[in-house]
């Protein structure tokens, strides 16, 4: 099995972040949640991008903390930069793809599908 490259941590600037096509705008709605936390505790998990032409960005994961960062007239948020050369669909379909898998992960190692 050959190794994976590592996402990169950067500062990129929200005027250069563009939406995945795949992600659906209406779950943008209901953000004074997310806000609140964010605001309150300003520790944010940063959104997972991937480069595209013109020395911009598509996100693959962190739609709604874009969008507070935006409603909070931020300018830039880190990001983790995905090596990934899938196109923008593919790369966001497997990045939610291993985000369910990890969530479904139980206790003691076991997942869901491994439950009685």
């Known amino acids: 099995m050959t190794e994976q490259p590592e996402m990169t941590l950067r500062t990129i600037a929200l005027d250069d972040l563009d939406a995945c096509p795949a992600y659906p705008p209406e779950r943008l709605d209901g953000l004074d ?3 609140e936390a ?3 505790s300003r520790l ?4 997972v991008v991937m ?3 013109g020395g911009r960005y598509v996100l693959l994961d962190g739609h709604r903390r874009v ?3 935006r409603l909070l007239h931020r300018d830039t948020l ?3 930069v995905s090596p990934t050369t899938d196109d923008p669909v593919t790369a966001f379909a497997k990045l939610q793809l291993s985000v369910d898998a990890e969530q479904r992960v139980l206790p003691f190692g076991r997942r869901i599908s491994d439950a009685p």
């Open 78 to 80: 880190p990001c983790f």
């Open 44 to 47: 944010i998990i940063p959104p």
């Open 67 to 69: 969008a507070v960062a």
């Open 33 to 35: 949640d997310l806000r």
């Open 51 to 53: 480069p595209s032409a």
């Open 38 to 40: 964010i605001e309150s």
